[in-house]
């Protein structure tokens, strides 16, 4: 074989940067973690050996597009930077399960106990691949299975068919179970994901033991809609401390739980859960097939606040593939179906964080991203500052919800950044910075340090940025995952 040409194209970008190698190799290596690829380990020479022309395995190349995307504001792909695309998936990533009430409840027990097990010891996570394309979005299509016939689900049908009750629980306790699982929702809302992920892990397998027992029909559906919320939950609270493979896993058992229950609407919310995801990870593609499923699956049994949601994720998925007509669609169609909301119609718990609050953060963001996404055009970032700090004050106002509070106004301060308002950024930013040492979310510090990276960017000389970095540095250290408790 011939030797190894440098590769001139990443060398360019890489220069365009500003970044040393030492800071590249730090950013992937944070990245890395993020996404729960602990096992990539970057220094300053591998970095030289990839600009001399060694091309890096899976998931770098695709960590190194993203990065760089980030760093310019547009989409900087991965043959853009001279590197092969190569499929980041295996083939025991662990999301084709069979949609069986049985095996849902033994898989939910199996991963929970090893997810309360090894996550004492930072293990957690290492085995698993992240799974996207068609090797997600297939099997997830198999949710809507059930409603092609019109069957009950295996475990519903064998109760009615009278199998004699056995289960263990009393109305009263199941009554607190519910209970316990809105306690939980309003933790994470108020403190982030890391505080109390490891009881809502360990409250969802109680439940699995439950579920091993026979019960009537009406108790197995409501301990099957349980499960779903907690797998839910555990999967969001994983999302929000980066551990990424992980909430993919609990976001799938909980769609195969809630089709157990029957609970449409509520697998509606998983899969757009699951949609907010990849557009975390930039995989608009994936997130828009997500969000349709979701809508598709739902059209008859989503409310309008439902319906609202759905409509401002579609539109962030198409912000995210720079589709602008279709993401304004989206957008007006989220507000026309936030208006048709009764407050005097009755909703499940789950819906009652999306408020207007969300609804103008959710479009901000898909305006800010549309700037990104057309070379930093001010058209967009303007229309994105009104609905930005619409959301800012509504949220500043609800205490119930402070992560959120401090994402959108990171948001607000991604916005003065496009308008080349460093000090107007920095002064936001310092705001979160109040928020995020009160809170445990990784997702909030990660973007406060991406925001501030990118201000030092642009405005390294300015000193309210100086300041920023040094609260970051000081206040917000690398989190640790064995800290969720």
């Known amino acids: 074989m011939g030797e190894k040409q440098p590769n001139e194209q990443l060398t360019a970008w890489f220069v365009r940067s500003g970044w040393s190698k030492g800071e590249l190799a730090r950013q992937v290596n944070r990245r890395a973690r993020q996404i729960g690829a602990s096992h990539v380990s970057t220094d300053t020479s591998r970095v030289r050996r990839w600009l001399d022309g060694e091309c890096p395995r899976e998931p770098i190349p695709k960590i190194l597009s993203d990065l760089f995307s980030e760093r310019f504001g547009s989409l900087v792909n991965i043959e853009d930077l001279g590197l092969r695309a190569t499929v980041q998936l295996t083939p025991g990533s662990g999301v084709d399960l069979p949609w069986s009430g049985p095996q849902t409840v033994q898989l939910l027990s199996d991963y929970s106990r090893s997810d309360l097990m090894l996550n004492r010891r930072g293990f957690l996570g290492t085995s698993l691949a992240l799974t996207a394309g068609t090797a997600l979005i297939e099997p997830m299509q198999r949710w809507l299975a059930p409603a092609a016939n019109g069957r009950p689900t295996p475990i519903l049908a064998a109760a009615r068919e009278g199998a004699q009750p056995t289960g263990r629980i009393s109305g009263p306790e199941l009554d607190l179970l519910e209970s316990t699982v809105v306690m939980f929702r309003q933790?994470?809302?108020?403190?982030?994901?890391?505080?109390?992920?490891?009881?809502?892990?360990?409250?969802?397998?109680?439940?699995?033991?439950?579920?091993?027992?026979?019960?009537?029909?009406?108790?197995?559906?409501?301990?099957?809609?349980?499960?779903?919320?907690?797998?839910?939950?555990?999967?969001?609270?994983?999302?929000?401390?980066?551990?990424?493979?992980?909430?993919?896993?609990?976001?799938?058992?909980?769609?195969?739980?809630?089709?157990?229950?029957?609970?449409?609407?509520?697998?509606?919310?998983?899969?757009?859960?699951?949609?907010?995801?990849?557009?975390?990870?930039?995989?608009?593609?994936?997130?828009?097939?997500?969000?349709?499923?979701?809508?598709?699956?739902?059209?008859?049994?989503?409310?309008?606040?439902?319906?609202?949601?759905?409509?401002?994720?579609?539109?962030?998925?198409?912000?995210?593939?720079?589709?602008?007509?279709?993401?304004?669609?989206?957008?007006?169609?989220?507000?026309?179906?936030?208006?048709?909301?009764?407050?005097?119609?009755?909703?499940?718990?789950?819906?009652?964080?999306?408020?207007?609050?969300?609804?103008?953060?959710?479009?901000?963001?898909?305006?800010?991203?549309?700037?990104?996404?057309?070379?930093?055009?001010?058209?967009?970032?303007?229309q994105s500052q009104p609905v930005m700090e619409r959301a800012v004050e509504l949220f500043s106002q609800d205490p119930g919800h402070q992560r959120s509070y401090a994402l959108n106004l990171i948001g607000m301060a991604s916005v003065h950044l496009l308008q080349n308002e460093p000090e107007a950024a920095a002064a936001s930013a310092q705001q979160a910075v109040d928020i995020a040492v009160r809170i445990r979310s990784e997702r909030v510090n990660t973007r406060l340090r991406k925001t501030t990276e990118a201000a030092l960017g642009e405005f390294r000389d300015v000193s309210e940025v100086k300041r920023l970095r040094e609260r970051i540095d000081q206040d917000l250290p690398e989190f640790n995952r064995q800290q969720a408790v």
């Open 187 to 382: 933790w994470d809302a108020q403190n982030g994901g890391g505080l109390r992920r490891k009881a809502v892990v360990g409250q969802l397998h109680e439940v699995c033991d439950l579920l091993q027992e026979s019960y009537a029909p009406e108790v197995t559906r409501r301990l099957f809609q349980t499960t779903a919320q907690l797998a839910h939950l555990a999967g969001w609270m994983s999302y929000d401390i980066g551990m990424h493979p992980s909430a993919q896993k609990y976001y799938v058992l909980a769609l195969h739980a809630a089709k157990e229950a029957g609970d449409r609407p509520f697998g509606a919310l998983i899969l757009s859960d699951m949609c907010r995801q990849m557009i975390h990870l930039n995989r608009g593609n994936d997130a828009l097939e997500l969000i349709h499923l979701a809508q598709y699956g739902s059209r008859d049994t989503a409310t309008p606040r439902t319906q609202s949601l759905m409509h401002v994720l579609e539109a962030r998925a198409y912000a995210n593939l720079g589709e602008v007509n279709k993401c304004y669609r989206a957008a007006r169609l989220a507000e026309d179906s936030f208006r048709d909301i009764n407050a005097g119609d009755p909703e499940p718990d789950w819906i009652s964080f999306f408020s207007e609050a969300e609804l103008n953060a959710e479009n901000a963001h898909s305006y800010r991203d549309l700037s990104y996404q057309t070379g930093r055009s001010q058209t967009y970032a303007l």
